[in-house]
C-alpha cells in the first residue's frame, strides 16, 4: 500500500510552518504508524532532504514520548491506543493522511511535529508526589488498601503523561492530567495528609502555565490512550473545592522547647 | 591494566552489608550540602537515587535526554518486582531468593552483592508503597503476590501489567519532590556526550542540549551513571528506541572498565518478528506464563495448520516434558534455548517459521475468560493490535527476543567503577545478575541501587575529596573532552557520505544476531568481528548525517549513538570469543551438555543445557580501553563463593 502524507513542517519555534505533501514509498499494512514514518524519512535523508521530527521513544504505548494529531485526532483513530500502537491496516491504500503536532500554547513547538511538554512536569514539581523520605516507611502491609480504592487508584494512575487531553481540549485544559495525578493520590491513604495541600499546588501551576478552564466536552477522555475517565475531573474539583474551603492551615509559630 | 579492587567485605555473608554500613565513614550533614553529585539517566536507578541524595543533602544535578524524566525505559516493564517479603507464607526468605538470583544467574555474580540486594528487596516495597504506588491488592488490602520464571515462591508485587510505570513514577514523584524544592537541579533533553577524567577521577561530564545543539560542561565531586542497558547494539530488540550505550561507552573510553559485555538476557515471550521496517520488538510479559501454556506441533506438517485443528495428543509442551519442575516457569535463557531448539527442528509456526505458541485455552477452561482478561487485558490488548489476532481465541505466538543485558560497567561492591568517583547504578552496571537475570529482579535491583546502596557507598569515596576541592569546568580537561565533543559531531555532520545512521544501525544488528545471538561459535564470533570492524570503516567514511548542528536534529542524536554501538558490538563479540564455556544467556555451541554426559545420565539436565567450565571462567571479566584501533585489554577478577556452591543449575 501506498498513502500520502500531509505533514507540519517547522524549522524551529521562530519560523512559519506549512503542510508539505509526500508519497509514501511502498509500505506494508502490519507497519505501525512511526514506522511508516521511519520509512518515508529514510527515503527524504537519501534524497538529501531533511527527514520529519517525530518524538518516539518505547513503541509500546507506555512511555508517552509519542504524539501527533492524525487526521484530527491526537493519537489517531483509534480508542484506548497511542499513536506508536496505531498500525497501517487502519488506512487504505491511497489514503491521505494529515499529520500535525499536538497544539496547545503551554506546548511550545520545537520542531515540525515535535512540541515541548515540560509544563506538566513543572505541575508534578508543584506537589504531584507523597513526602516520604527514602528510609522512612512503614512495612508494606502495615497501611491496607482497600482493594476498590486501589484498583480505582490505579485507574488514574495509569496516566502516561502524554498530553493528547491538551490537544484535543479547545480549551487546552490540562484538567484529566491533573485530575489523573490528584485522584491516584488522593485515593490511597498515604496520600491523605497531604491531599488538600496538593490539589491546591497543582491547580495553580496548571493555571500559571496557562492551560485552559474545563467545560466537560469529554474530548480528552475521547483521546486519551489509557482512557482515563473525567470523573476524576469531578474527583479533583471537589477536593479544590474543600481546600479553598478549608484555607491555608495556620501557620505555627515559635521554637519550642530546647 | 587497571587495578580491580572488589572491596568486598569480610565477615559472614548475611553480615557485611550491616558491618559494611557501619564502618564506612560518614559525611556531616554540613558538609554533605558542599559536595556537587551528578547523576546521569533518570530511570529507576537515576530518579531514585538523585532524590534520596537529594534528601540527604548532596546538591545533585540530574541530566536525562529524553524530555521528561518519567519517560526513561524502565517505565516499560510489564510483570512485577521481587522482594523476600514472604507475604505468601509460602517459604520463601532473604537467603532463598539470594540463593534463586546466584543460581539463576548461572554462578557468574558477586555473593556479597546479590545478598545484600535480596536484603534490601523488602525495603523497597515499603518504600514503593509508602509513596503510593499502587500495588494490587487483595480484597483485605493487603498485597498481592505472583510467580515468576526460575522460583517456586510467589514473591514478585506487580501493578496490572504496568509495574514499570507505577514504581517509575514512584521514583519520578520523589524527584519532583527534590527539583521543586530546590535539592535538585533537573536538565532534560540533555545527553551527556563525555565524561571528565581529572587527575585519574570522574570529575564531569559534557552535555548535548538536544533542543539547541548548544555543548555545555559540567563539573562536580562525584558523577553517577544511571543509563540503562545496550540491547539496542542489535537493532531489534524490547528496549525503546532511544535507549543507547554512549554513556557507558564513552566512560569506557575515559578508563571505566566494562564488565562481561557478551551477557545479554534474550527473552522468551516477545512477539515475532514480522518484517525488515520493524524498529522494535514487544515483549509479551513473562507474567503471562503463570496462565499461559507454551507448545509447538509434535509434527513438522502441523505447523501450518490452523492450532485448533492440531489435537491434544499431537502437541509437544516443550517446557513442561523437559524441565518437569519449573514447566512453563523455566527461567528466561533456558525457556529461550528451547523455543530456538524446538524452531530449528522446523517445528516452529507462524508465517516464518520462528515462532512458538502460548495457549490460554486451558486457562479459560480453568478460569474463565473474565479471569484471563482481569489479569493479562491489556497484554491480550496490545497482542490485538499488532498483530490483528484475538488471543482469547487463538494461541498467541511468540519468539525470543534481546531484552537485557547483564553485563555494563564494571563496578565494586560500593558500585564505584575503576575510576574513582564513577559510579554504575541499575542496568548500566554488570553487578547482580550473573549470566542470566531472573524475571522482576531488574526493577529490584534499579531501585535497591538508587534508594539504598549509592546513598550510603558514595560517602566511602566523598568522604576521601576535600569539600570545595572539585575541579573547576574550565580547567583543561573539561575544554579538551569538549574540544573533542565538538570535532566528533562536526565530523558527522560534515561527512558527505551515502548511508543514513539507521542503515548501519540494521546491518549492525543482523550482524549482531547471526554471530553473537541465542547460540554463539569460534568461528561465527570471529566473522562477526571481521565483519564489524568493515561496518566501521564504511561507517567512518561513507556516513550521511542531514541536517544541521545546532537546534534538533534526531539525525546526530542517532548517528553518535550508532557509531558507539558498532564499538560495543566489536567488544560483546571479542568477549562471547574468549569465554569458551556456555553459562546463562551466553550459549557457546561447542559447549553444551550430550547424552554422554552424567548430569544428562543422572536427570540433572539436558542434552543441549549450557556447560560452564568452573576451573577455567569463574572470573569477571572486564575490559580496559587501549585506545583507537587496538585491542581492548581483559582484566580478570575472580568470583570467590564462600556461601553457595557453584553447582550444575537443574530445573528439572
Given at each position: 500500500?501506498?498513502?500520502?502524507?500531509?505533514?507540519?513542517?517547522?524549522?524551529?519555534?521562530?519560523?512559519?510552518?506549512?503542510?508539505?505533501?509526500?508519497?509514501?514509498?511502498?509500505?506494508?499494512?502490519?507497519?505501525?504508524?512511526?514506522?511508516?514514518?521511519?520509512?518515508?524519512?529514510?527515503?527524504?535523508?537519501?534524497?538529501?532532504?531533511?527527514?520529519?521530527?517525530?518524538?518516539?521513544?518505547?513503541?509500546?504505548?507506555?512511555?508517552?514520548?509519542?504524539?501527533?494529531?492524525?487526521?484530527?485526532?491526537?493519537?489517531?483513530?483509534?480508542?484506548?491506543?497511542?499513536?506508536?500502537?496505531?498500525?497501517?491496516?487502519?488506512?487504505?491504500?491511497?489514503?491521505?493522511?494529515?499529520?500535525?503536532?499536538?497544539?496547545?500554547?503551554?506546548?511550545?513547538?520545537?520542531?515540525?511535529?515535535?512540541?515541548?511538554?515540560?509544563?506538566?512536569?513543572?505541575?508534578?514539581?508543584?506537589?504531584?508526589?507523597?513526602?516520604?523520605?527514602?528510609?522512612?516507611?512503614?512495612?508494606?502491609?502495615?497501611?491496607?488498601?482497600?482493594?476498590?480504592?486501589?484498583?480505582?487508584?490505579?485507574?488514574?494512575?495509569?496516566?502516561?503523561g502524554c498530553g493528547a487531553c491538551v490537544a484535543a481540549c479547545k480549551n487546552a485544559s490540562a484538567m484529566l492530567f491533573v485530575s489523573a495525578k490528584v485522584s491516584h493520590l488522593g485515593l490511597m491513604p498515604q496520600g491523605q495528609p497531604e491531599r488538600y495541600r496538593r490539589v491546591k499546588a497543582m491547580v495553580n501551576q496548571m493555571d500559571a502555565e496557562g492551560f485552559g478552564s474545563c467545560t466537560v466536552t469529554g474530548s480528552c477522555e475521547a483521546v486519551c490512550p489509557k482512557e482515563i475517565s473525567i470523573d476524576f475531573i469531578a474527583r479533583m474539583n471537589r477536593d479544590y473545592l474543600v481546600a479553598?474551603?478549608?484555607?491555608?492551615?495556620?501557620?505555627?509559630?515559635?521554637?519550642?522547647?530546647? | 591494566?587497571?587495578?580491580?579492587?572488589?572491596?568486598?567485605?569480610?565477615?559472614?555473608?548475611?553480615?557485611?552489608?550491616?558491618?559494611?554500613?557501619?564502618?564506612?565513614?560518614?559525611?556531616?550533614?554540613?558538609?554533605?550540602?558542599?559536595?556537587?553529585?551528578?547523576?546521569?539517566?533518570?530511570?529507576?536507578?537515576?530518579?531514585?537515587?538523585?532524590?534520596?541524595?537529594?534528601?540527604?543533602?548532596?546538591?545533585?544535578?540530574?541530566?536525562?535526554?529524553?524530555?521528561?524524566?518519567?519517560?526513561?525505559?524502565?517505565?516499560?516493564?510489564?510483570?512485577?518486582?521481587?522482594?523476600?517479603?514472604?507475604?505468601?507464607?509460602?517459604?520463601?526468605?532473604?537467603?532463598?531468593?539470594?540463593?534463586?538470583?546466584?543460581?539463576?544467574?548461572?554462578?557468574?555474580?558477586?555473593?556479597?552483592?546479590?545478598?545484600?540486594?535480596?536484603?534490601?528487596?523488602?525495603?523497597?516495597?515499603?518504600?514503593?508503597?509508602?509513596?503510593?504506588?499502587?500495588?494490587?491488592?487483595?480484597?483485605?488490602?493487603?498485597?498481592?503476590?505472583?510467580?515468576?520464571?526460575?522460583?517456586?515462591?510467589?514473591?514478585?508485587?506487580y501493578a496490572r501489567g504496568q509495574t514499570g510505570q507505577q514504581l517509575l513514577l514512584g521514583a519520578y514523584s520523589a524527584l519532583c519532590r527534590m527539583i521543586g524544592n530546590g535539592g535538585v537541579k533537573s536538565y532534560t533533553h540533555s545527553e551527556m556526550l563525555d565524561l571528565v577524567v581529572v587527575d585519574g577521577h570522574a570529575k564531569g561530564i559534557v552535555v548535548r542540549d538536544l533542543q539547541t545543539g548548544e555543548i555545555t560542561r559540567h563539573a562536580a565531586d562525584a558523577v553517577v551513571l544511571a543509563t540503562g542497558g545496550y540491547g539496542n547494539v542489535f537493532n531489534l530488540s524490547t528496549y525503546a528506541?532511544?535507549?543507547?550505550?554512549?554513556?557507558?561507552?564513552?566512560?569506557?573510553?575515559?578508563?571505566?572498565?566494562?564488565?562481561?559485555?557478551?551477557?545479554?538476557?534474550?527473552?522468551?515471550?516477545?512477539?515475532?518478528?514480522?518484517?525488515?521496517?520493524?524498529?522494535?520488538?514487544?515483549?509479551?510479559?513473562?507474567?503471562?506464563?503463570?496462565?499461559?501454556?507454551?507448545?509447538?506441533?509434535?509434527?513438522?506438517?502441523?505447523?501450518?495448520?490452523?492450532?485448533?485443528?492440531?489435537?491434544?495428543?499431537?502437541?509437544?509442551?516443550?517446557?513442561?516434558?523437559?524441565?518437569?519442575?519449573?514447566?512453563?516457569?523455566?527461567?528466561?535463557?533456558?525457556?529461550?534455548?528451547?523455543?530456538?531448539?524446538?524452531?530449528?527442528?522446523?517445528?516452529?509456526?507462524?508465517?516464518?517459521?520462528?515462532?512458538?505458541?502460548?495457549?490460554?485455552?486451558?486457562?479459560?477452561?480453568?478460569?474463565?475468560?473474565?479471569?484471563?482478561?482481569?489479569?493479562?487485558?491489556?497484554?491480550?490488548?496490545?497482542?490485538?493490535?499488532?498483530?490483528?489476532?484475538?488471543?482469547?481465541?487463538?494461541?498467541?505466538?511468540?519468539?525470543?527476543?534481546?531484552?537485557?543485558?547483564?553485563?555494563?560497567?564494571?563496578?565494586?561492591?560500593?558500585?564505584?567503577?575503576?575510576?574513582?568517583?564513577?559510579?554504575?547504578?541499575?542496568?548500566?552496571?554488570?553487578?547482580?545478575?550473573?549470566?542470566?537475570?531472573?524475571?522482576?529482579?531488574?526493577?529490584?535491583?534499579?531501585?535497591?541501587?538508587?534508594?539504598?546502596?549509592?546513598?550510603?557507598?558514595?560517602?566511602?569515596?566523598?568522604?576521601?575529596?576535600?569539600?570545595?576541592?572539585?575541579?573547576?569546568?574550565?580547567?583543561?580537561?573539561?575544554?579538551?573532552?569538549?574540544?573533542?565533543?565538538?570535532?566528533?559531531?562536526?565530523?558527522?555532520?560534515?561527512?558527505?557520505?551515502?548511508?543514513?545512521?539507521?542503515?548501519?544501525?540494521?546491518?549492525?544488528?543482523?550482524?549482531?544476531?547471526?554471530?553473537?545471538?541465542?547460540?554463539?561459535?569460534?568461528?561465527?564470533?570471529?566473522?562477526?568481528?571481521?565483519?564489524?570492524?568493515?561496518?566501521?570503516?564504511?561507517?567512518?567514511?561513507?556516513?550521511?548525517?542531514?541536517?544541521?548542528?545546532?537546534?534538533?536534529?534526531?539525525?546526530?542524536?542517532?548517528?553518535?549513538?550508532?557509531?558507539?554501538?558498532?564499538?560495543?558490538?566489536?567488544?560483546?563479540?571479542?568477549?562471547a570469543l574468549m569465554r569458551e564455556e556456555s553459562c546463562g544467556g551466553h550459549f557457546r555451541e561447542e559447549y553444551q551438555y550430550t547424552a554422554a554426559d552424567s548430569e544428562v545420565q543422572q536427570g540433572l539436565v539436558n542434552p543441549g543445557d549450557v556447560k560452564r567450565r568452573d576451573d577455567e571462567f569463574a572470573f569477571v571479566a572486564a575490559w580496559e580501553y587501549a585506545g583507537a584501533g587496538k585491542a581492548p585489554v581483559l582484566n580478570k577478577e575472580p568470583l570467590v563463593y564462600e556461601e553457595v556452591k557453584m553447582s550444575t543449575r537443574s530445573y528439572k
Open positions: 500500500m501506498k498513502v500520502t502524507l500531509k505533514v507540519w513542517r517547522q524549522k524551529d519555534r521562530n519560523s512559519p510552518g506549512e503542510l508539505k505533501s509526500y508519497q509514501s514509498p511502498e509500505l506494508s499494512p502490519n507497519m505501525s504508524f512511526l514506522e511508516m514514518l521511519d520509512v518515508v524519512n529514510e527515503h527524504l535523508a537519501n534524497q538529501g532532504e531533511d527527514p520529519i521530527a517525530f518524538d518516539h521513544d518505547c513503541r509500546e504505548g507506555i512511555c508517552g514520548t509519542c504524539s501527533l494529531v492524525i487526521d484530527g485526532k491526537p493519537h489517531g483513530p483509534h480508542k484506548g491506543i497511542a499513536t506508536c500502537q496505531t498500525y497501517m491496516r487502519s488506512f487504505k491504500d491511497g489514503d491521505e493522511i494529515v499529520v500535525e503536532p499536538f497544539r496547545a500554547k503551554p506546548f511550545p513547538l520545537i520542531k515540525d511535529l515535535v512540541v515541548d511538554r515540560k509544563a506538566f512536569d513543572r505541575i508534578q514539581h508543584a506537589g504531584g508526589f507523597i513526602s516520604v523520605r527514602t528510609g522512612a516507611a512503614p512495612d508494606a502491609n502495615a497501611i491496607p488498601v482497600p482493594k476498590e480504592n486501589a484498583d480505582l487508584a490505579m485507574d488514574a494512575a495509569q496516566c502516561i479553598i474551603l478549608k484555607g491555608d492551615p495556620k501557620a505555627v509559630r515559635g521554637g519550642g522547647a530546647g | 591494566m587497571a587495578t580491580l579492587k572488589s572491596n568486598i567485605p569480610s565477615g559472614p555473608l548475611s553480615e557485611k552489608w550491616e558491618h559494611h554500613k557501619f564502618s564506612s565513614k560518614l559525611i556531616n550533614p554540613a558538609n554533605k550540602r558542599k559536595y556537587k553529585v551528578i547523576v546521569v539517566g533518570a530511570g529507576l536507578a537515576g530518579s531514585s537515587a538523585s532524590a534520596t541524595l537529594a534528601e540527604l543533602g548532596y546538591e545533585v544535578h540530574n541530566f536525562v535526554f529524553h524530555d521528561s524524566p518519567r519517560r526513561a525505559h524502565s517505565v516499560a516493564a510489564q510483570g512485577g518486582i521481587n522482594a523476600a517479603k514472604n507475604y505468601q507464607n509460602d517459604g520463601d526468605s532473604v537467603h532463598r531468593l539470594f540463593y534463586d538470583t546466584i543460581k539463576g544467574g548461572d554462578y557468574r555474580a558477586r555473593e556479597a552483592n546479590v545478598h545484600r540486594l535480596a536484603e534490601v528487596s523488602v525495603n523497597i516495597i515499603d518504600q514503593c508503597a509508602a509513596q503510593g504506588v499502587p500495588f494490587a491488592r487483595e480484597y483485605g488490602g493487603l498485597l498481592d503476590n505472583r510467580s515468576f520464571g526460575g522460583a517456586q515462591v510467589s514473591r514478585t508485587f528506541r532511544g535507549s543507547n550505550a554512549t554513556a557507558i561507552l564513552r566512560a569506557y573510553r575515559r578508563g571505566a572498565c566494562f564488565g562481561n559485555p557478551c551477557y545479554t538476557q534474550i527473552h522468551p515471550t516477545c512477539i515475532p518478528v514480522s518484517g525488515d521496517y520493524q524498529s522494535k520488538l514487544t515483549l509479551m510479559s513473562e507474567s503471562l506464563r503463570n496462565d499461559g501454556r507454551i507448545w509447538v506441533p509434535k509434527k513438522k506438517e502441523d505447523c501450518r495448520k490452523n492450532p485448533a485443528d492440531i489435537a491434544e495428543g499431537d502437541r509437544d509442551y516443550y517446557l513442561e516434558r523437559m524441565y518437569s519442575a519449573f514447566g512453563n516457569l523455566a527461567p528466561r535463557d533456558i525457556a529461550s534455548r528451547a523455543a530456538k531448539y524446538v524452531c530449528d527442528e522446523g517445528r516452529g509456526v507462524g508465517e516464518t517459521g520462528l515462532g512458538v505458541y502460548l495457549d490460554f485455552g486451558d486457562s479459560i477452561k480453568r478460569l474463565g475468560e473474565d479471569k484471563v482478561r482481569e489479569r493479562y487485558g491489556n497484554l491480550f490488548a496490545m497482542y490485538h493490535e499488532i498483530t490483528n489476532e484475538d488471543a482469547y481465541k487463538t494461541p498467541m505466538r511468540i519468539y525470543p527476543a534481546v531484552h537485557y543485558t547483564m553485563g555494563g560497567l564494571w563496578v565494586d561492591y560500593n558500585l564505584m567503577s575503576n575510576l574513582p568517583g564513577l559510579f554504575v547504578l541499575g542496568e548500566a552496571n554488570f553487578s547482580d545478575h550473573g549470566a542470566n537475570r531472573l524475571g522482576a529482579s531488574a526493577l529490584m535491583q534499579g531501585l535497591s541501587d538508587g534508594y539504598f546502596v549509592l546513598p550510603s557507598t558514595i560517602a566511602t569515596y566523598l568522604a576521601t575529596v576535600k569539600p570545595g576541592a572539585r575541579p573547576s569546568a574550565d580547567s583543561a580537561a573539561f575544554t579538551a573532552a569538549e574540544k573533542e565533543v565538538r570535532a566528533g559531531i562536526a565530523a558527522m555532520v560534515g561527512s558527505k557520505g551515502t548511508r543514513t545512521p539507521a542503515s548501519f544501525h540494521k546491518e549492525l544488528g543482523r550482524i549482531m544476531w547471526e554471530h553473537c545471538g541465542m547460540a554463539r561459535n569460534k568461528a561465527g564470533l570471529e566473522k562477526g568481528i571481521a565483519r564489524i570492524a568493515a561496518l566501521r570503516e564504511e561507517y567512518g567514511k561513507n556516513l550521511r548525517v542531514p541536517g544541521q548542528e545546532n537546534g534538533w536534529n534526531q539525525s546526530i542524536e542517532q548517528a553518535g549513538r550508532v557509531g558507539d554501538f558498532i564499538e560495543l558490538g566489536d567488544l560483546m563479540c571479542r568477549d
